[in-house]
């Protein structure tokens, strides 16, 4: 049955499964956190949910346990890294420190991600450069089996490749805007076939190419051994933005795109480029800070639209999330706790 287990459990539980994964316990501790820390946020796309496919990719060996991130050049305001197929909650990481040093330092740095193990939640990533009154633009490609259709297609071909920025406003919680380039997360399609859940029209198409509402096309093989495909936000807009992340994130990274048939390898590997600008270094930090401000209290003196309570800017709606599932709990329905028990039990770890 579905139960509601606090964020501490939550932690506790799955960084031993990472553990026992072979993972150090400090990274452990670390990827667990950063589960978390999404489904805190309301993204359980991106949370604990994840952790079964992990322990497989691990067995697989396309998830390596313990690995850093490799500064393959070293330009002062550009940076290019391999993530060596570590841990994204770990490599990401490490290479938003790098570049938000260096952004600190020159005003601004381009870093350069490849092979980067599933980076998860990119929003963390701007959460981390705007903690530093950082500006920060993410452009990421996926490389495992393509779940997004192009426009005009009538298959995958390509991952739901995310864009996120990050924009830091004085004196108040910043600006976050994370998206996938589909029109919803390949992960909440996994959440909604785990509920039995329906989608709205539009998300999908099934095997053969048609209209459908039902999310288990892209989460598990159908009749004729084929998967449906996730549509694009915004049709050829998002199209447009989702193929400008495989050329930056895939491509111009170093680690590569997507042009080759689907397989069923459980490993998920990211490129991410990632731009940091540093406002206190341009020269336009009070007019900046200021012109902010002033928008953001202009877009919330509009008056409410019929079903809303209220404007909110990106960012917002996980930050309320965070607090009230901490004080509530995280809920977890039934498949998606039953798959994380068995990926305890792939490592020898029994959850309670």
């Given at each position: 049955m579905s139960r509601t287990i606090q964020a501490s459990t939550l932690r506790k539980h799955v960084a031993a499964i990472v553990q026992a994964a072979g993972s150090s316990p400090a990274e452990a501790e670390q990827v667990a956190?950063?589960?978390?820390?999404a489904n805190l946020s309301g993204h359980d796309s991106h949370g604990v949910g994840m952790v079964p496919r992990y322990v497989d990719a691990v067995a697989e060996g396309g998830l390596k346990p313990n690995a850093a991130v490799q500064v393959k050049l070293d330009a002062g305001a550009m940076l290019a890294l391999d993530g060596q197929h570590g841990y994204g909650q770990i490599v990401g990481v490490q290479a938003m420190e790098l570049?938000?040093?260096?952004?600190?330092?020159?005003?601004?740095?381009?870093?350069s991600l490849a092979e980067s193990h599933h980076l998860g939640r990119i929003g963390h990533f701007a959460e981390m450069a705007t903690a530093q009154g950082l500006v920060s633009m993410h452009f990421v490609n996926v490389l495992s089996r393509p779940v997004v259709a192009p426009w005009g297609g009538g298959d995958g071909r390509f991952g739901t490749n995310p864009c996120c920025i990050g924009v830091p406003l004085a004196g108040a919680a910043p600006f976050i805007l994370d998206f996938a380039t589909s029109r919803v997360a390949q992960g909440k399609m996994r959440v909604a076939h785990n509920k039995g859940e329906r989608v709205p029209a539009g998300y999908l198409i099934d095997e053969h190419g048609a209209p459908t509402n039902d999310p288990g096309v892209v989460v598990v093989p159908q009749s004729?051994?084929?998967?449906?495909?996730l549509m694009t936000f915004g049709e050829h807009k998002g199209y447009g933005m989702a193929v400008a992340c495989e050329l930056l994130g895939g491509a111009l990274t170093g680690g590569?795109?997507?042009?080759?048939p689907a397989d069923t390898a459980r490993t998920v590997l990211n490129g991410m480029l990632t731009v940091l600008i540093d406002p206190a270094k341009l020269g336009t930090e009070a007019t900046f800070?200021?012109?902010?401000?002033?928008f953001i209290d202009w877009l919330r003196q509009s008056p409410p639209g019929a079903g809303f309570d209220t404007v909110q800017i990106a960012g917002e709606p996980e930050r309320k999330a965070r607090a009230a599932r901490e004080r509530d709990g995280i809920w977890l329905d039934d498949a998606t706790w039953r798959e994380i028990v068995d990926a305890g039990k792939k490592v020898g770890i029994t959850v309670d």
């Open positions: 956190a950063n589960l978390v820390l570049g938000i040093a260096r952004a600190k330092q020159n005003g601004s740095c381009i870093v004729n051994g084929l998967f449906g495909a590569g795109t997507w042009h080759r800070e200021h012109e902010a401000r002033a």
